[in-house]
């Protein structure tokens, strides 16, 4: 097995990973070029001087001070013909608990058992599964008239708080028993926070009087525009306030990104349908499995 820390040289990995020929290895290490403060790289070997499975643990350092443990992700599995995805899983989740990670988050597409069932031998258990919408930036979006939207103001971060404290529970974090729900809450809290000071390109806030009723926080990453979080207060849902507000970010987005992405659980259908009515499109879904450390 081969495992590398934060500080050792990559070179040894990028020579194997050469040699196997097979792109995935190598496109994974393209993603770390350095590994980040506290991850580790975890491969195996094929018994031929190449490397068969390649893997990152990367730390999760926010996730990590919010709950109290150290927490890590796997962000995807990559098996070559003559490696063995159970084995990697394994052999990750077994240096990553020697180096003391007591929560381990991965993720893997729908459509590869393989990952899924090597994840689930070693462990981890199903918390959600995310899709990926995409749309163009261009074309209308009709901001409807009648519904006051305007840009956040700090004022606003205590309504905007309190919203997103509840309003994310079909999330991952919600759906795992081992993370307590204060803890979840707080981290929705602590995202918006983030949004509003400098994270989000703008966040986007629908009024009632002045009192904020919803919002939705715009990330730009490259050449994409990202809606980040979109919530609407419980009581005012179903009356077209979210509707105004995914208009209002469509129209900020038109002249800034090529295209606009947005992630939510498969199972949150009325913001999926909502997407969609906008002409999204799902592009992508992938399983996100947690496994954690008791003790
Ligand atoms: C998703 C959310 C923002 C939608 O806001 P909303 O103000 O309730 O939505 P609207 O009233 O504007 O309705 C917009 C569309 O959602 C869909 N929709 C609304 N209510 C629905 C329901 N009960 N069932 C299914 N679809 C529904 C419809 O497509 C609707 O468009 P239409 O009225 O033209 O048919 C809101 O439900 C919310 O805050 N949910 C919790 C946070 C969340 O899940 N955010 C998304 C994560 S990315």
């Given at each position: 097995?081969?495992?590398?820390?934060?500080?050792?040289?990559?070179a040894?990995?990028?020579?194997?990973?050469?040699?196997t020929?097979?792109?995935?290895?190598?496109?994974?290490?393209?993603?770390?070029?350095?590994?980040?403060?506290?991850s580790?790289?975890?491969?195996?070997?094929?018994g031929?001087?190449?490397?068969?499975?390649?893997?990152?643990?990367e730390?999760?350092?926010?996730?990590?001070s919010i709950?109290?443990?150290?927490?890590g992700?796997?962000?995807s599995?990559?098996?070559?013909?003559l490696?063995?995805g159970?084995r990697?899983a394994r052999?990750?989740?077994?240096?990553?608990?020697?180096?003391?990670?007591?929560h381990l988050?991965a993720?893997?597409?729908?459509?590869d058992?393989?990952s899924?069932?090597?994840?689930e031998?070693a462990?981890f258990?199903?918390?959600?599964?995310?899709?990926?919408?995409?749309?163009?930036?261009?074309g209308e979006?009709?901001?409807?008239?009648?519904?006051?939207?305007?840009p956040?103001?700090?004022?606003?971060?205590?309504?905007?708080?309190a919203l997103?404290?509840?309003?994310?529970?079909?999330s991952?974090?919600f759906?795992?028993?081992?993370?307590?729900?204060e803890?979840?809450?707080?981290?929705?809290?602590?995202w918006?926070?983030n949004?509003?000071?400098?994270?989000?390109?703008?966040?986007l806030?629908?009024?009632d009087?002045?009192?904020?009723?919803?919002y939705?926080?715009?990330?730009?990453?490259?050449?994409?525009?990202?809606?980040?979080?979109?919530?609407?207060?419980?009581?005012?849902?179903g009356?077209?306030?979210g509707r105004?507000?995914?208009a209002?970010a469509?129209?900020?987005f038109?002249?800034?990104?090529?295209?606009i992405?947005?992630?939510?659980?498969?199972?949150?259908?009325?913001?999926?349908?909502?997407?969609?009515?906008?002409?999204?499109?799902?592009?992508a879904?992938?399983?996100?499995?947690?496994?954690?450390?008791?003790?």
């Open positions: 097995m081969l495992c590398l820390a934060p500080g050792d040289d990559l040894a990995a990028w020579e194997l990973a050469r040699r020929g097979v792109a995935s290895l190598g496109h994974l290490l393209e993603r770390f070029p350095a590994l980040p403060e506290g580790l790289l975890v491969g195996l070997g094929d031929a001087g190449r490397l068969s499975a390649l893997t990152v643990v730390a999760l350092p926010w996730d990590t709950f109290g443990m150290a927490m992700m796997i962000p599995l990559e098996v070559g013909p490696g063995s159970e990697l052999a990750a989740v077994d240096e990553a608990i020697r180096r003391g990670f007591r988050s993720r893997a597409q729908v459509e058992r393989g899924l069932w090597a994840l031998a462990g258990r199903a918390m959600d599964v995310v899709v990926e919408l995409q749309r163009e930036a261009g979006s009709a901001v409807p008239v009648g519904q006051a939207i305007d956040a103001h700090p004022d606003d971060l205590p309504a905007l708080e997103s404290a509840t309003a994310f529970e079909r991952r974090y759906a795992d028993p081992a993370l307590p729900r803890a979840s809450e707080e981290l929705h809290r602590r918006i926070a949004d509003c000071r400098g994270r989000a390109a703008v966040v806030v629908a009024r009087g002045r009192a904020p009723i919803g939705i926080a715009c990330l730009l990453r490259d050449d994409n525009g990202v809606i980040d979080l979109i919530a609407v207060q419980p009581e005012a849902r009356r077209q306030v105004a507000l995914c209002a469509l129209d900020w038109r002249t800034r990104c090529r295209k992405v947005v992630r939510t659980q498969i199972h949150n259908l009325r913001a999926i349908a909502m997407y969609q009515t906008f002409g999204f499109r799902i592009a879904a992938q399983m996100t499995l947690h496994r954690s450390q008791r003790g």
